[in-house]
């Protein structure tokens, strides 16, 4: 672009300020949305790719077709000796495993848990992590050494060398010295490897269930050179399956196969709900661009007529129309590029808010970012100036010259300005629709019953540690059903916010095997009573009823224990009412005796159907004994207390304690921050569309001045007048809901389904939204007409 092109450019600008920042300042907010909205998709897809070779890398999942069962669905942990298995049956199997656990590093009187993982000692050999001190390799041959990371090196060995210093750790509750062998870097925030410390794979492994099908121990990753090899080999799993597995898992195993998914995809798979939320928020960011280019088109063709005269006298001059194109395009671009430079000042700025309403740690890698945004702003610029360019310079000079007036591009110019106001408003519609149903479904899912009470009770979570002692765990819980508050304690090895995915299949009689799959629960007494969980039909157990305890089953006079099932499990198992379940034995391998139904409690996530549950009762403690308090008055008091009985009573083992609410958060932070997220770009994305609307208006009400002046003269009244100019702009925004309504709807319909708890799809919704945008338009253009509507009619007459 040569200078005169410039010096027309900062003319343009500086004459029309307003117009100015508004063109600029709608894209520069378009594109800070959308750049920050694609840190966080570019955030959410990375998980793993900063492994060195992470496309070779495939993580061995078990996969369960089991409808209606808790296991149904991909496992990332397998049973531990797969890859031994897998290397006998397959020689050129290349792998590792590593069993993610936490260890409690112990101190003095003290504990602290940290997260630990056993590894194999050809871990870095597949997953190469980047050391600082020592190697690797020779670490984990001997069973004694440790790998710490960054964090730890820093909080155990302040201003000290670890290397060769002594930890001792408590593991699977076994408690031993361990030698400091190396210092890998922390892992970044974006992976699903939470491991802070490595030590070699115990072998013979004391784990019981290491080798037993269906038993969830290790991670096993293995490594491809191509994707077509990976996917041989998973061809090859169907029958290796069933060899192996068959010992264990018998008529079941049909059930059972192993998949290999690449290990970038395990996140965005690893929780329900993970990847619509990526697409949905990226898509955002897509559309709230869009709506800004749309915004920018619109008043760049708006105010084409104000530079009519401007370029009939360049075609005088001799300028042709590939050269007009040329310098409006230039100018279009130049303009992109300053709206990418304060998108970009938006985004840092904006960084901060985003990273606390989300959750996030999202920052800018200017080495990524300015040549992406420079490449942006290119096709910004190109996209949005092309059509005003072509508009411009198709301006016959004579016509323009002759005439007393700047065109605007006359009917046809007036029609696709309003096309663009309906597709802005449209987005914005739907958006506002989007928002309100996301908002609904985080609050309903927050206050919906779950089947039991939440409020009251503090789960603590270090009873279930294998280090803690029968006799410890007795004396703690004397010791805490005693304080006061505390109406009742039991014991369970599912609580809210950490529930056990253990299930059986269970036949009834006259029906063919294998019957529905139920989630097993091991309980302890008053645990129904603390957990507020009401018994519709048949009793609870006791210890006066020797076949209620699950733990006799074995005894020769009584080989069928007593079980309860909640209401989805009576169903389920195919009887007509709680009250028909009662009494019944259900199971021929496996037989029990249901004497109690109970309603259906909800511990896992609201995106999670609610499982046919199946409850064992255990008259001392659950097996991985999860203490569950019913306490009055304020929890952290208890707490408080709590921790102070644990450091007498055990102190080998880190406290960890919360309340039941505070546990279920985790399963409700993932939609409150998509929420949020897809509410600040709607909100971004709305205020772009008034920006342009706003411009619009005033641009209109200019042109329309001397048509108002007549109006009034011939005795229209000033209500008339902004009758008339508001009218105009509502008419677009009306026609957008026949736009907003179908896309909203399908979209809102499409991310309600991941939810088996979910608000309905009101009416009321898509109407309120249409209320705000109708509010909103008539906010942004009353001020315009206000104004228009009091000028004389003299001054209106001589104005030009």
């Given at each position: 672009m040569n200078r005169f092109a410039l010096l027309s450019l900062y003319r343009s600008l500086v004459r029309h300020k307003l117009y100015a920042a508004l063109n600029i300042g709608g894209l520069a907010v378009g594109i800070a949305v959308?750049?920050?909205?694609?840190?966080?998709?570019?955030?959410?897809?990375?998980?793993?790719?900063?492994?060195?070779?992470?496309?070779?890398?495939?993580?061995?999942?078990?996969?369960?077709?089991?409808?209606?069962?808790?296991?149904?669905?991909?496992?990332?942990?397998?049973?531990?000796?797969?890859?031994?298995?897998?290397?006998?049956?397959?020689?050129?199997?290349?792998?590792?495993?590593?069993?993610?656990?936490?260890?409690?590093?112990?101190?003095?009187?003290?504990?602290?848990?940290?997260?630990?993982?056993?590894?194999?000692s050809d871990l870095f050999e597949i997953l190469r992590l980047p050391m600082i001190f020592g190697e690797a390799?020779?670490?984990?041959?001997?069973?004694?050494?440790?790998?710490?990371?960054?964090?730890?090196?820093?909080?155990?060995?302040?201003?000290?060398?670890?290397?060769?210093?002594?930890?001792?750790?408590?593991?699977?509750?076994?408690?031993?010295?361990?030698?400091?062998?190396?210092?890998?870097?922390?892992?970044?925030?974006?992976?699903?490897?939470?491991?802070?410390?490595?030590?070699?794979?115990?072998?013979?492994?004391?784990?019981k269930m290491w080798f037993h099908w269906g038993s969830s121990r290790a991670w096993t990753i293995l490594r491809f050179e191509t994707s077509q090899a990976a996917k041989s080999r998973e061809a090859q799993l169907r029958g290796f399956v069933d060899r192996r597995a068959a010992k264990?898992?018998?008529?079941?195993?049909?059930?059972?196969?192993?998949?290999?998914?690449?290990?970038?995809?395990?996140?965005?798979?690893?929780?329900?709900?993970?990847?619509?939320?990526?697409?949905?928020?990226?898509?955002?960011?897509?559309?709230?661009?869009?709506?800004?280019?749309?915004?920018?088109v619109n008043l760049a063709t708006a105010r084409a007529g104000l530079r009519a005269r401007e370029v009939a006298m360049r075609k005088v001059l001799g300028a042709s129309r590939g050269v007009?194109?040329?310098?409006?395009?230039?100018?279009?671009?130049?303009?992109?590029?300053?709206?990418?430079?304060?998108?970009?000042?938006?985004?840092?700025?904006?960084?901060?808010?985003?990273?606390?309403?989300g959750g996030l740690k999202l920052s800018l890698d200017y080495a990524v970012v300015l040549p992406g945004l420079a490449l942006l702003a290119m096709i910004v610029g190109g996209l949005a100036g092309l059509y005003p360019a072509l508009l411009l310079s198709r301006f016959p000079a004579a016509a323009v010259l002759a005439s007393s007036r700047s065109p605007g591009g006359g009917r046809v110019g007036a029609r696709v300005r309003e096309m663009l106001v309906v597709f802005q408003f449209a987005l914005a519609i739907a958006f506002m629709i989007g928002t309100i149903v996301l908002v609904a479904q985080t609050r309903h899912v927050r206050k919906t019953d779950v089947g039991f009470r939440r409020d009251g009770l503090v789960i603590v979570s270090s009873t279930s540690d294998g280090a803690v002692t029968e006799p410890q765990l007795t004396a703690f819980m004397a010791r805490a059903a005693a304080l006061p508050g505390v109406r009742s304690v039991t014991t369970s090895d599912s609580s809210p916010g950490s529930s056990s995915l253990n299930s059986d299949s269970y036949a009834v009689a006259g029906k063919p095997e294998p019957g529905p799959s139920l989630q097993a629960i091991i309980t302890s007494p008053n645990f129904y009573p603390t957990f507020g969980i009401k018994l519709i039909a048949g009793r609870l157990p006791d210890d006066s009823h020797r076949a209620d305890d699950a733990r006799n089953a074995d005894d020769a006079a009584r080989k069928i224990p007593n079980v309860v099932v909640n209401r989805k499990g009576a169903e389920a198992l195919g009887f007509d009412s709680p009250e028909a379940a009662i009494g019944k034995t259900v199971g021929r391998s496996n037989p029990r005796t249901i004497i109690g139904v109970v309603e259906n409690a909800r511990f896992f996530s609201p995106r999670d159907p609610v499982n046919p549950t199946m409850y064992y009762y255990h008259s001392r403690f659950s097996t991985i004994p999860r203490t569950t308090l019913r306490v009055e008055g304020d929890p952290r008091e208890t707490i408080a207390a709590l921790?102070?009985?644990?450091?007498?009573?055990?102190?080998?083992?880190?406290?960890?304690?919360?309340?039941?609410?505070?546990?279920?958060?985790?399963?409700?932070?993932a939609d409150d921050r998509a929420t949020r997220?897809?509410?600040?770009?709607?909100?971004?994305?709305?205020?772009?569309?008034?920006?342009?609307?706003?411009?619009?208006?005033?641009?209109?009400?200019?042109?329309?001045?001397?048509?108002?002046?007549?109006?009034?003269?011939?005795?229209?009244?000033?209500?008339?007048?902004?009758?008339?100019?508001?009218?105009?702009?509502?008419?677009?925004?009306?026609?957008?809901?026949?736009?907003?309504?179908?896309?909203?709807?399908?979209?809102?319909?499409?991310?309600?389904?991941?939810?088996?708890?979910?608000?309905?799809?009101?009416?009321?919704?898509?109407?309120?939204?249409?209320?705000?945008?109708?509010?909103?338009?008539?906010l942004t253009v009353l001020g315009q007409s206000l104004k228009a509507s009091r000028a004389a009619p003299a001054w209106a007459l001589r104005h030009d």
């Open positions: 959308f750049l920050v909205l694609s840190l966080y998709v570019r955030f959410e897809t990375g998980y793993e790719k900063w492994l060195p070779g992470y496309d070779k890398l495939y993580l061995t999942q078990e996969y369960w077709d089991m409808p209606g069962s808790p296991a149904d669905g991909y496992s990332v942990s397998t049973m531990g000796g797969l890859i031994d298995q897998l290397r006998e049956d397959f020689p050129d199997t290349v792998g590792t495993r590593f069993q993610e656990t936490d260890a409690n590093v112990v101190k003095g009187e003290n504990a602290t848990s940290e997260p630990f993982a056993y590894a194999d390799a020779r670490a984990l041959q001997a069973p004694d050494n440790v790998l710490i990371n960054e964090t730890i090196a820093k909080r155990y060995f302040p201003g000290s060398n670890p290397i060769g210093q002594t930890m001792t750790l408590t593991v699977l509750g076994k408690t031993a010295n361990y030698r400091v062998a190396g210092i890998f870097r922390d892992l970044p925030p974006n992976t699903e490897l939470r491991f802070s410390m490595l030590a070699k794979t115990p072998y013979p492994h004391p784990d264990d898992q018998s008529t079941s195993v049909r059930n059972l196969s192993l998949k290999l998914t690449p290990i970038a995809d395990i996140h965005l798979q690893s929780t329900p709900g993970r990847k619509m939320t990526a697409a949905t928020l990226g898509i955002v960011g897509v559309l709230t661009l869009l709506i800004a280019i749309v915004n920018y007009l194109v040329r310098q409006f395009l230039g100018e279009a671009l130049l303009v992109a590029l300053l709206a990418a430079l304060g998108g970009l000042i938006l985004a840092e700025l904006g960084l901060p808010m985003i990273n606390a309403a921790r102070g009985i644990w450091r007498q009573i055990a102190p080998q083992v880190p406290f960890e304690a919360q309340t039941a609410n505070q546990n279920m958060e985790e399963y409700y932070k997220l897809f509410g600040i770009g709607a909100g971004l994305a709305v205020l772009i569309g008034c920006v342009g609307l706003w411009g619009l208006a005033s641009f209109n009400t200019q042109r329309r001045v001397k048509e108002i002046g007549i109006r009034k003269t011939l005795g229209a009244s000033a209500t008339d007048i902004v009758k008339l100019l508001v009218g105009q702009f509502l008419r677009p925004v009306l026609m957008a809901n026949l736009v907003a309504w179908p896309l909203a709807y399908v979209a809102m319909r499409t991310w309600l389904a991941g939810f088996d708890d979910r608000v309905s799809l009101s009416p009321l919704y898509f109407v309120a939204a249409t209320a705000l945008a109708l509010t909103i338009a008539v």
